[in-house]
């Protein structure tokens, strides 16, 4: 389908690791995207892979790349109340001219 | 690192009227800039694409007429919501690629839009 898909909702303790995942429908995307909105704000770009690696990893973010299966995961580490927000999951398509995104993922964070 | 405006950041209007949201890339030049919209608790759904100097391409189903896009410049893009609607109430967020990078578009803050 046209759709990149992700749960809409994650629950987490304070200190824990958070995992979102999402799938992403085109082959030929280049880029992949973890955005966080937080409420009221627009889009803060996280981090991005090119679809060549398999793994980026940037201080408490570590992305996963699963080409074959179209499968990108975000882990935050040592999970903080501040990172409770929307993430994003998107993909670049038609050569980079178009971000296509999932509806969001709510990450709820316990203190 | 690259920054993204837009102006206003909150506009409330009424029925029939039209409004006006500026996208500026302060500190470089986009080429390409794109609308988005976002409904509450959901998505963004890309509206259109605009490169500098042509005409903007809508998404299908979005009406050309009725969203008006302008992309006069490199630093910035306007969209003009015309004869506005309370369905056409929505969180408006912008986004620039900058001419020299392919992978990273920049967003604005968006713009909420309220038609009374």
């Known amino acids: 389908g046209e759709d990149v898909e992700q749960s809409l909702f994650l629950s987490v303790r304070e200190g824990d690791s958070s995992v979102i995942n999402c799938t992403y429908t085109d082959s030929s995307s280049t880029y992949l995207y973890w955005y966080k909105q937080e409420p009221g704000a627009g889009l803060q770009l996280l981090t991005y892979?090119?679809?060549?690696?398999d793994m980026k990893q940037d201080q408490r973010l570590t992305v996963l790349l699963n080409k074959k299966d179209k499968h990108l995961s975000l882990r935050i580490a040592d999970t903080q109340t501040g990172d409770s927000a929307i993430y994003f999951c998107a993909e670049n398509r038609g050569g980079g001219f178009k971000t296509i995104f999932g509806a969001g993922t709510r990450l709820f964070v316990k203190a | 690192g690259a920054v993204v405006s837009q102006h206003p950041s909150r506009v409330i209007c009424k029925s029939g009227t039209s409004v006006k949201i500026e996208c500026r890339s302060l500190?470089?030049?986009?080429?390409?800039m794109f609308w988005y919209r976002q409904f509450p608790k959901q998505s963004l759904m890309l509206m259109a694409t605009s490169n500098e100097g042509s005409k903007a391409t809508y998404e299908q189903g979005v009406e050309k007429d009725k969203f008006l896009i302008n992309h006069a410049s490199l630093t910035l893009s306007t969209l003009t919501v015309t004869s506005a609607h309370p369905e056409d109430s929505s969180f408006y967020i912008c986004?620039?690629?900058?001419?020299?990078?392919?992978?990273?578009?920049?967003f604005g803050p968006g713009t909420r839009l309220t038609v009374t």
């Open positions: 500190d470089f030049q986009a080429t390409t």
């Open positions: 892979i090119f679809s060549n690696m």
């Open positions: 986004s620039a690629r900058d001419r020299g990078e392919v992978a990273q578009q920049y």
